[in-house]
C-alpha cells in the first residue's frame, strides 16, 4: 500500500508536470512561433491556449503591440543647404511574426537599429529635396507620409516590421543660422514699431486737422449767418428811420445835427473857438440881440 | 506600465526566450505557476515513497494517521491559496482587462471580482484620474522666426482594452505625438497668430492631430484638453517685442491726445460760432429797437414842431447849443475887431486837454479832469487878458 501509493502519487505528478509543460499560453498582446530543433514549424500563433511536445519544441512569443521609438537628434541639410536638427519618432509594429524572427532572431533591438538606419536615410533624401520652409511648414505631412510608405515599402517584406507613423517631433536651428533669425526678428519688429509711431502720428494729425478744419468752417459759416442778421437788422432799421425822417427831410437834418452837435461836443478837452459875432452870441452883445 | 519590459534581457538565450522574462509583476500565473511546481515537487520529496492517494482523493481512508494529516494540511494549504488567488478587487478608479489563456476575455467595473487562478490574468488600469503631459520648447512658426511654447494635455484612458493591449506605452507614445503635433501646428501658423489671437486656435487644431495620431495608434486614450500654457517671443528678441508693444501704446496716446484736441478745439468753436450768431441776433434787434425808439421819438418831436415850427426849432437849437457849450471849453473871438492875425495857442491849450473821449476810463478821469479845468480856466484867463489888452490898445488907437 505505502510504495503503491508512493508510486501512484509520483505518476500522478509526472503526468501533471507533463500536461504543464505541454501547453502554453500566448496573450493578447503577442504572438508565437513555434519552433522545432530549432526549425520554424508552427507561425503566427494567435493568444489563447496551445499546445506542443514537451522538452523538443520551444515557443518564443513577440510583442505586437504598438511600440514607439524615439530618433535621437540628427543634422540634416535641406536643399538650400540649411543645416536643421531634426528629432523624431517612430511607431511600428511586427506584422509578420515568423518574418520578424528569421529577420532579427526576435531581437527588438536590432530591429530597431535596422529602422533606424533606414528612417535615418529617408529622413536624409527627404530633407535633402525640400527648402526649409517647406519642412517646417508646409510639407510636414506629405514628407512623414512618404518616408514612411517608403520604408514600409522593404520593412514589411525584410523584416516583418510596419511602420505606422513616422514623425517629427522638433526641428532646431544650430547656433548660427538661430542668431540670423534672432536678428531678422527683432529688425522686423523695429519695423513694426517705427510702422506703429508713424501711423499714430499721421493718425493724429489727420485728426487735428480735422478739427481745425472743422473750427474754421464752423467760424466761417457763424461769421456769414451773424452778418446776414447784422444786414437784416441794419435793413429794417433803415428802412424804419426812412419812413419816419423821410415824412420831414428838413427838420430832420436840423433835429439830427443838433443831436450830432450834442454828441460830438461832449468833453472839456474840445475846445470851440466861437466868433462872439454868431447867433447865439447876438443877446451876450447886445440885449436887442442887434448885430 | 508593468508591461515595459526592459529590453536588457532580450539577449538572454534562455530557452524560453521571451516567455521567460517578460510578464513581470502584476501577472501572476507563471510565477504562480512555478511556485506550484515547487510546491508540488517539494510536497512530493516530503511524501516520498509514503503512503498512497487513491483516485478519490481525500476520501481514501487514511490509515497512516500522520501521512494522511500531512497530506490534508497540504491540500488545505493549496486549497486555501487557490481560493484567496481566485478573489481579487477593482478600485473605483480602476478598470480590470481580463485575459483568459492569454484571449481577451472582458472587462471588469468596480467591486470585489472572481477569477479562475492560472488561467485568468488580470491587468488594472486607472482610468478615472486625468493625467497630464506637458510640452515645451523653441520652435519654428511658418514665417521663419522662432517661438518658445508652453503646452500642457489633459488625457485619462478611455478604453482600457485598448490601452493595454494595442500599444506597449500609450502615454510615451503620447508624448512624442504631442510634441510632434504641437510643432506641427506652430509651423502651420504665423508668429503672430501663435502669440496673440492664434493661440486658442492653435490649441484646438493640437488636440484634434492629437486626438487622431492616438485614434491612428489605437492608443485608447481620449484628449480631455489642450493648454496652451504661454506663447512667448525667444528671450533674445523680446526687447524688441517689448518695443512694439510701447509703440502701439505710443500710437494710441498720440491718438487720444489729437482727439482731446479735437474735442476741445470743435466744441469751443461751435460755441464761439454761438457767441457771434447771438451777438449778431443782440445787433439786429439793438438797431432795429433803436431805430424805432428814434423814430417815435422823432416823430413825437415832428408832430409839436408842425404846430410851431418857429418856436419849436429856435428853442431846440438854444437847448443844444447849451449843452454842447456847457460841457466843452470855449473860446470867444470877437473876429471884427481881432484884425487880420490872431494867435491862439493851441498846442498850450489842448495840452493836458487831451483827455481820452472814450468815456469808458473811470479813476483817473476825475483827476485829469480837474487838472485840465485848472489849466484850461488858467489858459482862458490869459486869452481873455490878452484879448482886453489888445480892444484897449485898439481903442486907443482908433481914438
Known amino acids: ?291 | 506600465m508593468a508591461w515595459n519590459e526592459p529590453g536588457g534581457n532580450r539577449n538572454d538565450n534562455d530557452p524560453w526566450g521571451t516567455g521567460g522574462g517578460r510578464r513581470g509583476d502584476d501577472q501572476g500565473p507563471p510565477d504562480l505557476d512555478e511556485a506550484l511546481k515547487k510546491g508540488i515537487e517539494k510536497l512530493n520529496k516530503m511524501l516520498g515513497g509514503k503512503g498512497s492517494r487513491g483516485d478519490g482523493g481525500g476520501s481514501g481512508s487514511s490509515s497512516s494517521g500522520g501521512f494522511g494529516a500531512v497530506l490534508a494540511l497540504g491540500l488545505l494549504l493549496v486549497l486555501g491559496y487557490v481560493i484567496y488567488q481566485s478573489f481579487y478587487t477593482v478600485d473605483e478608479q480602476e478598470r480590470a482587462v481580463v485575459l483568459r489563456f492569454g484571449e481577451f476575455n472582458r472587462t471588469e467595473s468596480p467591486g470585489l471580482r472572481f477569477k479562475v487562478p492560472l488561467i485568468d490574468d488580470v491587468t488594472k488600469v486607472r482610468v478615472t484620474n486625468v493625467r497630464t503631459a506637458e510640452s515645451s520648447g523653441q520652435m519654428l512658426t511658418q514665417d521663419e522666426n522662432l517661438v518658445t511654447v508652453d503646452l500642457q494635455v489633459q488625457y485619462r484612458v478611455e478604453d482600457a482594452q485598448a490601452y493595454v493591449l494595442n500599444v506597449r506605452d500609450s502615454n510615451q507614445a503620447l508624448a512624442f505625438a504631442t510634441d510632434s503635433a504641437l510643432r506641427h501646428e506652430v509651423g502651420s501658423s504665423s508668429l503672430d497668430d501663435v502669440l496673440t489671437e492664434g493661440r486658442a486656435e492653435l490649441a484646438v487644431r493640437v488636440e484634434q492631430r492629437l486626438q487622431r495620431f492616438l485614434q491612428e495608434y489605437g492608443t485608447g486614450l481620449q484628449i480631455v484638453r489642450v493648454n496652451v500654457e504661454s506663447t512667448q517671443p525667444p528671450p533674445a528678441v523680446q526687447d524688441a517685442f517689448r518695443e512694439v508693444q510701447r509703440a502701439r501704446e505710443d500710437e494710441q496716446r498720440v491718438k487720444e491726445e489729437a482727439e482731446t484736441y479735437r474735442n476741445k478745439v470743435v466744441p469751443e468753436a461751435r460755441g464761439q460760432a454761438q457767441r457771434m450768431i447771438e451777438e449778431a441776433n443782440a445787433y439786429k434787434q439793438e438797431v432795429i429797437e433803436r431805430s424805432r425808439g428814434e423814430s417815435s421819438r422823432f416823430l413825437e418831436l415832428l408832430n409839436v414842431y408842425e404846430r410851431a415850427p418857429e418856436v419849436t426849432r429856435e428853442r431846440m437849437y438854444l437847448q443844444a447849443l447849451e449843452t454842447v457849450l456847457s460841457n466843452t471849453s470855449k473860446i470867444f473871438v470877437d473876429t471884427e475887431s481881432s484884425g487880420n492875425m490872431m494867435y491862439l495857442p493851441l498846442d498850450r491849450l489842448t495840452q493836458g486837454a487831451t483827455l481820452p473821449r472814450g468815456s469808458l476810463s473811470g479813476g483817473n478821469q476825475s483827476s485829469n479832469d480837474r487838472n485840465a479845468e485848472v489849466d484850461i480856466q488858467e489858459l482862458t484867463e490869459q486869452v481873455i487878458r490878452e484879448l482886453r489888452s489888445r480892444q484897449e490898445n485898439n481903442g486907443r488907437r482908433s481914438r
Open chain 1, 1 to 291: 500500500m505505502g510504495p503503491k501509493g508512493v508510486l501512484g502519487l509520483a505518476g500522478t505528478l509526472i503526468v501533471v508536470l507533463l500536461v504543464l509543460s505541454s501547453v502554453y499560453i500566448i496573450p493578447e498582446t503577442h504572438r508565437g512561433v513555434l519552433l522545432r530543433f530549432g526549425e520554424l514549424v508552427e507561425t503566427d500563433i494567435p493568444a489563447g491556449l496551445h499546445f506542443k511536445v514537451p522538452v523538443i519544441d520551444q515557443v518564443r512569443e513577440f510583442d505586437i503591440r504598438v511600440l514607439t521609438m524615439d530618433l535621437p537628434s540628427r543634422q540634416y541639410l535641406t536643399t538650400e543647404k540649411k543645416p536643421l536638427d531634426v528629432d523624431s519618432y517612430i511607431a511600428w509594429k511586427i506584422r509578420d511574426v515568423d518574418q520578424f524572427y528569421r529577420a532579427t532572431g526576435g531581437d527588438e533591438f536590432r530591429a530597431q537599429s535596422l529602422l533606424l538606419s533606414r528612417v535615418d536615410n529617408g529622413l536624409r533624401d527627404e530633407f535633402g529635396i525640400r527648402t526649409m520652409h517647406e519642412v517646417v511648414s508646409g510639407q510636414r505631412d506629405e514628407l512623414m507620409h512618404t518616408l514612411r510608405d517608403r520604408v514600409n515599402e522593404t520593412s514589411v517584406d525584410e523584416f516583418g516590421i510596419e511602420v505606422l507613423d513616422v514623425r517629427v517631433k522638433a526641428i532646431e536651428l544650430p547656433g548660427q543660422v538661430s542668431e540670423n533669425v534672432y536678428r531678422r526678428m527683432a529688425t522686423e519688429r523695429e519695423k513694426l514699431a517705427q510702422e506703429f509711431r508713424s501711423r499714430g502720428r499721421e493718425l493724429a494729425e489727420g485728426i487735428r486737422a480735422d478739427a481745425d478744419r472743422q473750427r474754421t468752417v464752423i467760424l466761417a459759416e457763424a461769421f456769414a449767418e451773424s452778418e446776414e442778421t447784422r444786414g437784416e437788422g441794419d435793413r429794417e432799421a433803415a428802412s424804419i428811420y426812412a419812413d419816419a425822417y423821410g415824412s420831414n427831410r428838413e427838420f430832420y437834418s436840423f433835429y439830427r445835427s443838433l443831436q450830432a452837435y450834442q454828441n460830438t461836443f461832449s468833453g472839456k478837452g474840445d475846445i470851440m473857438v466861437i466868433d462872439s459875432d454868431s447867433d447865439f452870441m447876438k443877446f451876450l452883445k447886445d440885449p436887442m440881440g442887434a448885430k
